[in-house]
């Protein structure tokens, strides 16, 4: 993360770049700056990667997941120069003292006014389930800001012009809905029996759940230009998820003009807690790098 003496000028300087949205249309002064740096460190508790990595990697977690799932990526990835900067969703893991958020909207605007103070070098978006429909819509907004990532990459979620799998929880009693959320496969075997457990996690996934049900065409300009990104994607899939298999997956491409790549691992919906994911992120890194630094070149 930029040192905090330098970040507020950086910070000022990148959101004079945003379109004039609600917090992006308050007056530039110390005391705006410095709760926008505060409110960036909620977004990124365990910081954003090296200051040496050449690219950022933030990571949006599935629902109910929180930013330490990312973690043992780092060092793999600083060898190849890439910087992990996991995010944390407000009610999750350092954030649980916080209110999940509801609408797309109030997270889509918050995440990006977190990221702006990161956006120093070149960036890409990794999302898992929930966090693909998120990452998705977030590197529209950014494209439309000037700030468009080197790849987006997506994981384990159907494209956006399918329903969400997540419409299956509406509606839902307790028991039922923890009936949905074991088939799913990411809850350990010692814990879901446990009564505190679910008194914990009931009431975020029902949050999330919600919030990945939800449409993401409230911003109409933004959903347009996504429907024809001028940068690359990727999309991973587990050969054995139910709920996004690699067919279904296969449907990111409809939302790229840049090029598209489809990857399968072995595994369920969970495939990224046993599957060398690394290795597949570091290839797709270095190759929208490649074509990042190419058009430089060519301009």
């Known amino acids: 993360m930029p040192e905090v003496n330098a970040l507020?000028?950086?910070?000022?300087?990148?959101?004079?770049?945003?379109p004039c949205q609600g917090w992006a249309c308050t007056p530039w002064n110390d005391d705006f700056l410095m709760t926008a740096i505060q409110e960036s460190r909620a977004w990124f508790p365990f910081g954003a990667g090296g200051e040496d990595a050449h690219t950022r990697l933030f990571c949006l977690p599935f629902a109910g997941g929180g930013a330490s799932n990312f973690l043992p990526w780092r060092a793999r990835l600083a060898e190849a120069g890439v910087g992990v900067a996991p995010v944390q969703y407000p009610g999750h893991e350092t954030r649980l003292g916080e209110a999940p958020l509801h609408a797309w909207e109030e997270m889509l605007a918050a995440l990006q006014a977190a990221l702006v103070p990161l956006l120093d070098r070149p960036y890409a978006l990794f999302g898992y389930s929930m966090g693909?429909?998120?990452?998705?819509?977030?590197?529209?907004?950014?494209?439309?800001a000037g700030m468009a990532p080197v790849r987006l990459i997506v994981a384990a979620h159907v494209p956006p012009d399918l329903p969400s799998p997540a419409l299956q929880a509406a509606g839902l009693d307790d028991q039922a809905f923890k009936a949905l959320l074991l088939r799913y496969g990411g809850i350990p075997a010692e814990i879901s029996h446990e009564q505190e457990f679910w008194d914990l996690t009931l009431p975020l996934m029902r949050a999330d759940f919600a919030l990945a049900a939800a449409p993401l065409d409230a911003d109409a300009?933004?959903?347009?230009?996504?429907?024809?990104?001028?940068?690359?994607?990727?999309?991973?899939?587990?050969?054995?998820?139910?709920?996004?298999?690699?067919k279904s997956m296969a449907g990111w491409g409809r939302f790229t003009t840049a090029g598209f790549i489809l990857r399968e691992f072995a595994g369920d919906h969970f495939f990224l807690r046993g599957a060398d994911v690394c290795q597949a992120l570091n290839t797709d890194l270095a190759l929208a790098r490649s074509a990042d630094l190419s058009?430089?070149?060519?301009?």
């Open 8 to 18: 507020p000028v950086f910070l000022c300087a990148q959101l004079r770049r945003l």
């Open 221 to 246: 300009d933004v959903a347009a230009m996504a429907a024809a990104a001028s940068y690359p994607i990727a999309a991973y899939a587990g050969i054995d998820d139910v709920h996004a298999d690699a």
């Open 132 to 144: 693909a429909r998120l990452a998705f819509a977030l590197a529209a907004r950014l494209a439309a």
């Open 295 to 299: 058009s430089l070149v060519s301009a």
